[in-house]
Nanobody, 125 residues
């Protein structure tokens, strides 16, 4: 069964950048569409980006559009989330998740059924 492990989180100053990685194991990540989600303290989980499995179609929430970029490296069984222009509102635990459908159609979490453990991103001066 597919397992996901996120990495790359940490403390960054406002305006800074981070790249998160979502590494798959025990299955081929290329067969799954992948999404990134985040949850800040006291807030609901938010879908922020997703990428389809075959065509690389990407989706972004309005809150991150133009600042975050999702990509996949199939030989490395990894999906990335490049984050730039970070601000305090981006502070959250970030999760990647896998969806068995080729095209997730957006950033809703409804069909994402395999989740990683999360990585903390803190934006602070």
């Amino acid at each position: 069964q597919l397992q996901l492990v996120e990495s790359g989180g940490g403390l960054v100053q406002p305006g800074g950048s981070l790249r998160l990685s979502c590494k798959g194991s025990r299955d081929t990540l290329a067969d799954w569409s992948i999404g990134w989600f985040r949850q800040a303290p006291g807030k609901k989980r938010e879908g922020i980006s997703a990428i389809s499995s075959s065509d690389g179609i990407t989706y972004y929430a309005d809150s991150v559009k133009g600042r975050f970029t999702i990509s996949r490296d199939n030989p490395k069984n990894t999906v990335y989330l490049q984050m730039t222009g970070l601000n305090a509102e981006d502070t959250a635990v970030y999760y990647c998740a896998a969806n068995p459908f080729d095209d997730p159609g957006g950033v809703s979490s409804v069909d994402f059924n395999t989740w990683g453990q999360g990585t903390q991103v803190t934006v602070s001066s």
